[in-house]
């Protein structure tokens, strides 16, 4: 893929990350605001990916950016197991997961 | 890669993350997520990054979606239905993000940096240079650069067990206390009869094994999040501390003097504070009534006349052979209509007041001891045997 | 070293009963208040014939350039004046031991007496400005207490309060014009006062300055602005009425104007235009208050004009520049007015506390001594030719000849003895009007030895030659023959025959002049200024700094500062996700512009 | 040492109380009441050398505990303090169960305000300040009267507000002279007006001037006796005291430069808050406006040894807060006697009170005549003295100055004062008994003692006021 240029790669990332945020405002669905941050989490490994491959350590990509990938993934699968445990037992507690009747937190 | 496979992957991601927002249906959301994935991964092998990109799909596409389409089938979610779109919302949820994306644009440009391309003459020199330290001369990554592969797995191999040994370890640990906090969290669910301590999810398991026919969750669920929904409507009466306090053309008969140490939590309403007075004085009650009812002379009741227990004999309402009060030295007009407010109308019911009913009128006249400083007592008792 | 004793015994005696003996001394405590009075009266007659030297002064308060000491001054005039009040002090104390008999807080009332005694020796004997301000506000506390002496009566303690307030607004003039002296004139003492300074800073500061100063006279001698509250102090025992409000305490605003123009000497230099304004108010006084007095019923309220309009006299002779012809008058003034009031006093004790004069009548039968010695007062008050007050009234009428004021003054001596000779006949003569006075005889010993012995001084006063408090005031200097003489002579046989014909055996009073009995209005003009001008001012005042003080400016800080903190509560914290993440959204868009580009 | 106990007594008394709850309240607050007037009787004859604690030594600013007992004005005031303490720990009528927290703050208020008067380091000077607001914020919002909640708030909220400036104020002063020492303070090279008006605005609404003086009046009203005895009798001399020693030392030409803004906001204090006093209906509402009145009179003071440096402004101002403090400390234990006797305060349903009380009468009579200003009574002397300060080395050839004007509307305020003071003693005491002071009983002998303690000190600082001047010189 060398023609395509680092730009278009951060640029894509960019647009993923931004979708991702849109997801997270709009929708109603606590689900589905998790699928986004997950989106986000994704978008954010692109561009660490892009990076180590443009910059070269002794010829070779960095592979300190994918490590912090590597990272970044196993995380995420222990935060989705996590979540997704808390979002069924607030399903099971309040019968209801959208977000406008899960308004506690109002002072 | 050439430039087309990498355009179609990455709209085939964007599109993919489109769906995830734009669709009604959570399933076919989570579908979305999924194309958005493996359009990832592909863009991670064109970047040679074959570890991760398998990786990618492995758990991303694979674990974490799978889970979440799981967990969208337990909770059998339908579409969402009435939500009408809240316009704010939606306007937000699009300018930000297009916000977002604009300010990043500049930055993304100024960077215009190619890649190298890693052909096999590129590599053999990166090999030479390798330091020994890192890669010893007879790992197997050194022919393989010279073959003019790049042999990702090893070398990301290589980099963890030496630099990122600790950190791996780390991301262990938390995988397990991951496992451990959903068992929990799930375990809650349909388990045994849960310590009876007042921890929260105890409450909630017994109350939704409970309430499995309740249909609507407000009333019962669990006592604190109820307890926080009346906390967050009582605390807005919290910060205004209103004791009832009379009006001012009668000062004398102000609120009882709050004590220091329950000043804090004295905002309860009227009802309160009379519960407080009666709980506070029953004890009180029993001596006074004993002594109150068998006093001298007339042990039988007068018509419409019941012996309170605070108050000593009273009349629920004015007797004819009632006494002009303001006779006694110390009592005023003013006086004598409070007390006729508390059933007080004849001598004799003043003469055969007993210590505690006389600082029970004493905190209620709130005159500061002056019953006992002009002895109304004997006054009365003078003034009732000459009636 | 006498001198102090003089100065300390009525104030040693007023403590000694105040906080010493309470009711049931109560006789002990009169006679200690009258003996003391007899004491000063005592040393005050060694003192006229010179028989002490006088002490140096106490200083009171001598911080940086403010050195007020208490001494006492050693003139003529101060002889003269110690004479009239420990004279007339010690007859009223004795006519009230009889008079106050029966009251319940004779304790009390001994007790203030004995306090103004100390006062108006304080203002007699003062040697400064600073010295005379304390004590003339300690006699106007005693003329409140004295006044308010019945303050169960609630006529008697309003009087008091209108006493005490319009001495007051008095004293704020007094006040003003004194610390003007004290820097004009260069000291608050009246030994040392420069007067070339004083007039020399101009005539119309000079002129201010002693406009000031008399607005303390005006309050103290009731002059007209400030006279309203001389006929109310009536409210108060007859005895007191006769001391304070006849001799001594209204007479101390003409003392002090005296003193002033003595220690500033005005009355040798040029004139200074304000003066006038002094002998206006005063004839103008004279005049209303004598036109008052002729349509007055209460005794009381009679005498009360009268002297209020003597006291027009002597002002006017003060303003004229003759200083010494008004001291004159004052002083045979104060003999016949006491014996004027304590007479009303014995009458109407004999009246049993009857004071309107048409329920009186025939006295003069009943109470012989008490009736002639009430003629001499009254021959003396109108000038009979060799009574005391013909004197001294022919000495202002002559210092008054050739300016306006002549004919003012000839009116007000007409229409004096037309008023006086109206009580006469309608109290003394004709027919017992009302049984209280068909049984009323003469009063005890106690009560009418004072009144002969002022009837000996309301004649032979001038001729006691040593005792005047006037520096070169004698009668056989002054006095000479001449049509001033003849027309105030001409002017008594008018009031008199007017008097006669109008009120010989009369039962109701034949003229009722409605502008005259209300006192020309004068006190509801008040009442309504104070009601409008104080009370309304207040209550718009106290509105104004509730609403604004309190309610905006206060009120609107805390308003805004809650409504900030809500405004802030409600919509950042409103428990929706979503508006968490837009927020949080909006914030990292906010990092990002501002780390890139700027 | 001595003047270090006569902090630590209260503040030992008050931990004892606190510690011991209602038991021997009174008698450990009465013996440390008149502890302290021994102490400072001692201390002040003996004019000992005080006592010094540095709590902080840096290069650059050294603060240091240092209590002296010397210089005219904090003996003064020392004593006001002493003796109004006694006074208040004796009058008013402690609720029942509520001793500790009464007698407490009593002798917390009372160490806060001694603290302030002899300290000699800024620092100290304003923190013992603050620390005497704190109890009576504590004693007006539980054991007041009235709508105490609001007015506790309004009070402490009203004086931190000053208390903040004042803080600015010290702070540039301590920067600018490079030390907290009080002894040391001289002219400040620069910034003199802001200082100065730093220290008005700050003093200012610590004595109620004018824009600032709406807490006065319902604080004092609502609060129980000895409070507001103490606050009004002696912390509000805070404010003048610091105005005197250290806005007049730190900052005169800032201090003449504000001159017109003072003399117009103390006229301001004197006339509108005079018309208010006249307007109200209650009597501890009306005492409340006339202390804040007479602040006046002693801000005419403050502007004389401004204006013209008048070499008796100083000791006129001293003398009449000293005699303002006991008179209106007096005058609010007898307000609050009148109160406990009659039940209210309302002063048109109260009549004829002298038949049955006559020596609460004579009191109430002996305090309203010296806060009117009569001769024989303290206040008059201080009064006497600000007026002529007013016209000091005044010369009629420039004609009436600011000053004189100002000195003369100023005057009419003695009427004002009469006004009200006699119209209530009218309406309270003189004319027919009511039906509310029918029944009243005379007071008994312990109930008077307070009050005449303050009416022979009164007496005794009238008739001859060098017994307080003499600490002058």
Not at chain 2, 97 to 103: D, G
Not at chain 2, 350 to 357: A, T
Request: aromatic share 10%; proline share 4%.
């Amino acid at each position: 893929m060398p023609t395509a240029s680092l730009t278009e790669y951060l640029f894509f990332s960019g647009l993923l990350f931004a979708i991702g945020l849109s997801g997270v405002i709009i929708r109603r669905n606590i689900i589905v605001i998790f699928m986004c941050l997950e989106l986000m989490l994704a978008a954010a490994s692109l561009t660490l990916v892009a990076f180590s491959r443009a910059n070269l350590v002794n010829g070779l990509p960095d592979y300190d950016g994918q490590m912090l990938v590597f990272f970044i993934i196993t995380v995420a699968a222990a935060e989705v197991a996590v979540g997704l445990a808390i979002i069924v037992a607030l399903y099971r507690a309040r019968k209801t997961i959208s977000t406008d009747d899960l308004t506690s937190l109002k002072n | 890669m050439p430039s087309i496979l990498f355009y179609i992957f990455a709209i085939l991601m964007i599109t993919g993350g489109i769906c995830v927002v734009a669709l009604k249906n959570p399933v076919s959301s989570a579908m979305g997520m999924i194309g958005s994935f493996i359009a990832l991964a592909a863009l991670f092998i064109g970047l040679n990054a074959y570890f991760i990109g398998t990786l990618m799909i492995l758990v991303y596409a694979g674990a974490i979606m799978v889970l979440f389409i799981f967990i969208i089938m337990l909770l059998d979610l339908k579409k969402e239905s009435k939500k009408e779109f809240h316009v704010i919302n939606v306007a937000a949820g699009v300018i930000i993000p297009l916000l977002l994306v604009m300010i990043i644009c500049p930055v993304f440009i100024s960077v215009d940096k190619d890649f190298e391309i890693l052909d096999k003459k590129a590599l053999t020199a990166a090999e030479a240079s390798l330091p020994e330290s890192e890669v010893p001369k007879d790992s197997l990554i050194r022919p393989k650069l010279r073959e003019g592969e790049i042999p990702d797995v090893n070398l990301i191999g290589q980099k963890t067990f030496t630099v990122y040994n600790f950190p791996l370890q780390v991301v262990g640990v938390l995988l397990l206390v991951a496992t451990i906090g959903c068992v929990t969290l799930s375990k809650k669910l349909h388990g045994d009869e849960a310590p009876a301590d007042a921890d929260d999810d105890g409450r909630m398991a017994k109350t939704i094994a409970k309430s499995k026919d309740i249909p609507k969750v407000a009333t019962l669920n669990g006592p604190d999040t109820e307890h926080s929904e009346n906390t967050e409507v009582g605390n807005a009466a919290d910060s205004v501390e209103e004791i009832e306090e009379p009006t001012e053309e009668s000062p004398t008969t102000e609120e009882e003097v709050v004590k220091p140490e329950s000043v804090a939590e004295s905002s309860k309403g009227k009802k309160a504070k009379q519960s407080e007075l009666t709980l506070e004085s029953d004890k009180k009650s029993k001596t006074v009534s004993a002594k109150s009812t068998t006093s001298a002379d007339d042990t039988d009741l007068p018509e419409h006349a019941t012996t309170d227990e605070k108050l000593g004999l009273i009349y629920t309402e004015r007797p004819d052979d009632a006494d002009d009060l303001t006779e006694i030295k110390g009592v005023g007009p003013v006086i004598v209509g409070k007390l006729n407010g508390f059933g007080v109308y004849t001598f004799k019911q003043i003469s055969q007041w007993s210590p505690e009913v006389v600082s029970e009128f004493d905190g209620l006249l709130s005159f500061k001891g002056r019953i006992d400083r002009d002895d109304w007592l004997t006054q009365a008792t003078e003034l009732h045997a000459n009636k | 070293m006498i001198l102090w004793l003089l100065f300390l015994l009525p104030l040693v005696s007023a403590a000694l009963i105040h906080f010493v003996l309470k009711q049931k001394l109560s006789n002990l405590a009169s006679l200690i208040g009258t003996v003391s009075t007899l004491a000063t009266l005592v040393i005050a007659i060694m003192w006229t014939n010179g028989s002490f030297s006088t002490p140096d002064s106490w200083s009171w308060i001598s911080v940086g350039s403010f050195n007020a000491s208490i001494g006492l001054a050693d003139d003529q005039l101060a002889k003269g004046m110690m004479i009239v009040v420990c004279g007339i002090g010690f007859l009223v104390h004795v006519f009230s031991l009889a008079y106050m008999d029966k009251d319940g807080a004779k304790a009390r009332y001994f007790g203030n007496l004995s306090l103004f005694m100390f006062s108006m020796t304080g203002i007699v004997l003062a040697e400064n400005f600073v010295m005379m301000f304390i004590f003339w506000e300690l006699v106007g506390l005693s003329s409140y207490l004295l006044i308010g002496h019945w303050y169960k009566k609630d006529t008697a303690a309003d009087a008091a309060k209108k006493a005490f307030l319009s001495n007051r607004i008095g004293d704020f003039g007094f006040l003003i014009g004194i610390l003007m002296t004290w820097m004009l004139a260069g000291s608050i003492v009246f030994s040392d006062m420069d007067g070339t300074a004083f007039i020399g800073s101009g005539s119309w500061m000079a002129g201010a300055a002693v406009l000031f100063v008399f607005c303390g006279a005006i309050g103290k001698s009731a002059q007209l602005p400030l006279h309203v509250w001389l006929p109310d102090a009536m409210e108060g025992p007859t005895p007191v009425s006769a001391l304070i409000h006849a001799a001594t305490m209204v007479a101390a605003g003409v003392y002090m104007m005296a003193r002033f123009f003595g220690s500033v000497g005005l009355e040798a230099r040029a004139q200074v235009p304000a003066i006038e304004v002094i002998a206006w108010i005063g004839a103008i006084t004279s005049l209303v208050a004598a036109l008052m007095a002729t349509q007055q019923d209460d005794i009381k309220k009679i005498l009360a004009y009268s002297t209020l309009s003597q006291l027009g006299y002597m002002v006017m002779a003060v303003g004229l520049l003759e200083p010494d012809a008004g001291m004159f008058h004052l002083y045979t003034h104060a003999w016949f007015k006491a014996l004027l009031f304590l007479g009303s006093g014995a009458v109407i004790y004999a009246c049993h506390h009857e004071q309107n004069i048409w329920k009186m009548g025939g006295l003069f039968k009943k109470m012989p001594i008490t009736g002639f010695t009430f003629v001499i007062g009254t021959c003396a008050l109108t000038a009979v030719p060799f009574t005391s007050g013909f004197f001294s009234k022919e000495g202002i009428l002559h210092a008054a000849h050739g300016t306006p004021f002549y004919w003012i003054a000839l009116g007000v001596a007409a229409l004096t003895t037309f008023y006086m000779f109206r009580l006469i006949f309608v109290a003394f003569f004709g027919k017992a009007k009302d049984e209280h006075a068909e049984h009323a005889k003469e009063v005890e010993f106690r009560m009418f030895a004072p009144l002969v012995i002022l009837a000996v001084m309301a004649i032979a006063s001038p001729f006691l030659g040593k005792l005047i408090p006037a520096n070169d005031f004698t009668p056989d200097t002054a006095f000479h023959w001449n049509e001033v003489t003849i027309a105030s002579m001409i002017v008594f046989l008018i009031g008199f025959a007017a008097a006669f014909v109008i009120y010989r055996g009369r039962s109701s009073d034949p003229i009722n002049i409605p502008l005259f009995r209300n006192k020309f209005y004068i006190d509801e003009f008040y009442a309504g200024l104070v009601k409008w001008f104080q009370d309304i001012l207040a209550a718009i005042v106290h509105f104004l700094d509730e609403f604004i003080i309190n309610g905006l400016l206060v009120g609107g800080l805390t308003r805004c500062a809650q409504g900030t903190g809500n405004l802030f509560r409600r919509n950042c914290q409103s428990g929706n996700l979503q508006h968490y993440a837009l927020l949080s959204g909006v914030g990292i868009l906010i990092a990002i512009y501002f780390t890139i580009f700027s | 040492m001595l003047t270090l106990a006569l902090i630590l007594i209260p503040l030992l008394a008050a931990a004892a109380i606190f510690v011991l709850g209602s038991a021997g309240a009174r008698k450990i607050a009465i013996g440390a009441a008149v502890a302290n007037i021994a102490i400072a009787v001692a201390a002040i004859s003996t004019s000992c050398s005080g006592f010094t604690l540095n709590v902080l030594e840096n290069p650059n600013m050294n603060l240091a505990l240092d209590l002296h007992a010397n210089g005219g004005i904090s003996v003064i005031l020392l004593i006001l303090s002493v003796i109004v303490t006694l006074a208040a720990v004796l009058s008013g009528t402690c609720p029942k169960g509520h001793e500790g927290l009464w007698y407490g703050s009593i002798m917390m208020i009372s160490a806060g305000a001694i603290g302030a008067f002899i300290a000699k380091d800024l620092f100290f000077f304003f923190a013992f300040h603050e620390l005497a607001l704190i109890p009576t914020f504590l004693m007006i919002g539980m054991l007041g009267r009235g709508e105490r909640k609001e007015v506790a708030w309004k009070i402490t909220i009203y004086l931190a507000f000053g208390s903040i400036i004042l803080l600015a104020g010290i702070l540039m002063i301590a920067t600018q002279l490079g030390t907290f020492d009080m002894t040391e303070l001289k002219p400040l090279a620069l910034y003199q007006n802001e200082v100065a008006l730093l220290l008005i605005i700050g003093f200012g609404t610590l004595v109620s001037l004018f824009p600032f003086h709406s807490w006065a009046a319902p604080a004092y009203a609502s609060a129980p006796a000895p409070v507001s005895m103490l606050h009004a009798g002696v912390l509000k001399k805070f404010g003048i005291y610091g105005l005197i020693v250290v806005a007049y030392k730190v900052a005169p030409d800032g201090m003449a430069h504000w001159l017109p803004l003072l003399l117009i906001l103390l006229l301001f204090n004197i006339i509108w808050v005079g018309l208010v006093t006249i307007n109200q209906r209650r009597l501890d509402t009306m005492l409340g406006n006339s202390s804040v009145m007479h602040m006046g009179y002693i801000f005419l003071a403050i502007a004389a040894l401004v204006d013209n440096g008048s070499s008796f402004a100083m000791q006129a101002a001293v003398l009449l807060m000293f005699a303002h403090g006991i008179s209106i400390a007096m005058s609010f234990c007898l307000a609050d006697r009148i109160e406990s006797k009659t039940g209210t305060l309302e002063i048109n349903q109260l009549g004829g009170l002298a038949k049955n009380t006559p020596s609460l009468a004579f009191l109430f009579g002996l305090v309203g005549m010296a806060s009117i200003g009569l001769p024989g009574l303290a206040n008059f002397a201080g009064e006497i003295m600000v007026f002529f300060s007013g016209f000091e080395d005044w010369s009629h050839a420039d004609g009436f100055g600011p000053l004189q004007i100002a000195t003369m509307i100023a005057i009419w305020g003695v009427v004002i004062s009469a006004v009200y003071m006699l119209r209530a003693f009218r309406n309270i005491f003189q004319g027919e008994t009511v039906r509310r002071t029918e029944e009243v009983t005379p007071l008994s002998f312990n109930e008077k003692i307070p009050a005449i303690i303050l009416g022979l000190v009164l007496l005794v600082v009238g008739i001859y006021p060098n017994t307080i001047l003499h600490f002058f010189n």
